[in-house]
C-alpha cells in the first residue's frame, strides 16, 4: 500500500484572510501542518494541495511538496481527487489544512481503520462529547454509526435527538454523542467516484462534503480516538494555538 498525504490548501477565508499563511510561533501554518502530518508512520509521502501561487512558494520555500490545483475546485475532497489523478496512491488521506496542531497519531489511526476495513470506502475519526458547548455548537459536526462503525449520517444539529428531555443541557447524560473529526480516508478508486459526483442535495444543505460520499452509498468506517485538535477559523483561534505551542513540547 501506497499512502499519500494530501493537504488542501486554500488563500481565501472569510473569517481569517490567507488563513494557510498566519504565522504561528515563525512558522506558517500550512508549515505546522505539513510538519506534523509528515510525523505520520504510515503515510508515504505529503503534498499541499493548492490553487494560490503564494502558499505554493512558501512551501517550496521550506521544502515542501505542492500540487498546483485549479480554484473552482468544490471541496478538499474534491481536490484531493485532482491531485490523485496524476499521483501514484493506493489511499489518500485529507489532512485538513487548518490544523496545524494534528497529532500524527490521529493520521495513522485513521489510514490503519480503512486497512482494516476491506469492505469500507472511506476511513474518518470521531470523538465522544463531553461538553454542552460543543453538543449545541452547529460548528461541531456530531456523527452517528452503527453496530459495525459505519456511518449513519453526519450533522450540524444535535444527533440524536433525546425525546425524554427537552433541555439539551440534560442530553450527555442520557447518551453518548460523538463529534466528527474532520479527517478523512480514501482508497484511490472511491476518490475519484466520489470526485465524479454531483454535490448533493444534504451536502448542499449541511455544508457537509461527506454526505455526498453517504448518499451515494459509500460506506464510511468510523473507529473512535481520544485525541483532538484545534481547527483555525479565527484570530482567536491562533492565538489559542500559539498558547498551545508555547507550553507544548513540539519544536517551535
Known amino acids: 500500500m501506497h499512502i499519500v498525504g494530501i493537504i488542501p490548501s486554500r488563500y481565501a477565508s472569510q473569517r481569517l484572510p490567507a488563513k494557510p499563511l498566519v504565522g504561528l510561533l515563525g512558522k506558517p501554518m500550512v508549515q505546522r501542518v505539513y510538519e506534523q502530518a509528515q510525523k505520520a508512520r504510515l503515510l508515504h509521502k505529503v503534498i499541499v494541495a493548492t490553487d494560490d501561487e503564494r502558499i505554493a512558494a512558501v512551501v517550496q520555500s521550506f521544502g515542501g511538496e505542492v500540487a498546483m490545483t485549479s480554484s473552482d475546485i468544490r471541496s478538499g475532497s474534491d481536490r484531493l481527487a485532482a491531485v ?5 496512491g493506493d489511499m489518500f488521506v485529507n489532512i485538513q489544512g487548518d490544523e496545524p496542531l494534528i497529532n500524527p497519531v490521529m493520521i495513522d489511526q485513521a489510514v490503519q481503520t480503512l486497512l482494516d476495513a476491506p469492505e469500507s470506502h472511506i476511513g474518518t475519526l470521531v470523538k465522544r462529547i463531553e461538553s454542552i458547548d460543543e453538543l449545541t455548537n452547529p460548528n461541531v459536526v456530531k456523527t452517528v454509526f452503527d453496530s459495525s462503525m459505519h456511518a449513519l449520517y453526519f ?78 477559523d479565527t484570530q482567536a483561534d491562533v492565538e489559542k494555538v500559539i498558547r498551545v505551542l508555547k507550553g507544548t513540547s513540539i519544536p517551535v
Do not use: C
Not at 201 to 220: D, V, W
Open 84 to 88: 490523485a489523478e496524476t499521483v501514484r
Open 155 to 232: 450533522s450540524r444539529s444535535t444527533i440524536p435527538h433525546i425525546r425524554e428531555s427537552s433541555d439539551p443541557k440534560s442530553w450527555l447524560a442520557h447518551h453518548t454523542f460523538y463529534k466528527h473529526i474532520g479527517l478523512y480516508v480514501y482508497r484511490r478508486e472511491s476518490l475519484l467516484k466520489y470526485a465524479s459526483l454531483p454535490e448533493s442535495p444534504l451536502e448542499k444543505a449541511e455544508k457537509l462534503e461527506q454526505l455526498r460520499a453517504l448518499e451515494a452509498g459509500m460506506k464510511i468506517k468510523v473507529a473512535i480516538t481520544e485525541f483532538d485538535s484545534i481547527p483555525v
